[in-house]
């Protein structure tokens, strides 16, 4: 049975690998396991202090008309362009190196376990989905899935096939 109902074009690798990104979620909570946001949110909450900040920047320059002789003005002007481009940068240090793979983090209901997935492809002509399963900070495996083996000839990802790809994973470390 296809977990989602709407059809890719197997010919594009991008599109394979979005819909199997967007099927994670269902697949693991079949497993017993609940999605954890908090990448996204410390990732959002990085971005809402930037806009606040470039907020301030805007309410200073109409506030004080862009009178640089102003030290106030000026130390705060200097202060929040600092404090802007050293959020910015840290926004892309998260996610080049913290967040850089991983499609799914999620926490198991009944063990309490946090599982993170790293999923990516090697290039965008070989349909091959390469995943990587660390729970608790311990690597737990690797696998790569053929796109041919989780989606149908017309395009339909089978969500089953894709929570026993998962079912093995995670138990071939328990034994």
Known sequence: MSGITKPVNL????????????ALPLALSKLGYEQNFSLIDTKLAIGYVATILAGSLYYLEKKYNNDFSNLTYYYSMVALVMGYFALNGLLWLHGKYREKDIK??????????????????????TPIYKVTVI?????????????TSIFDEDGFIHIDQLVEIFTKLLQEKEK
């Open 135 to 147: 729970e608790n900070n311990r690597l737990l495996g690797r696998q790569d899935i053929p796109f």
């Open 11 to 22: 010919y594009s690798v991008a599109e394979l690998r979005n819909a199997t990104d967007d």
């Open 104 to 125: 799914y983090v999620g926490i198991n209901k009944n063990n309490q376990k946090k599982i993170s997935i790293e999923a990516r492809v090697e290039n965008n002509t």
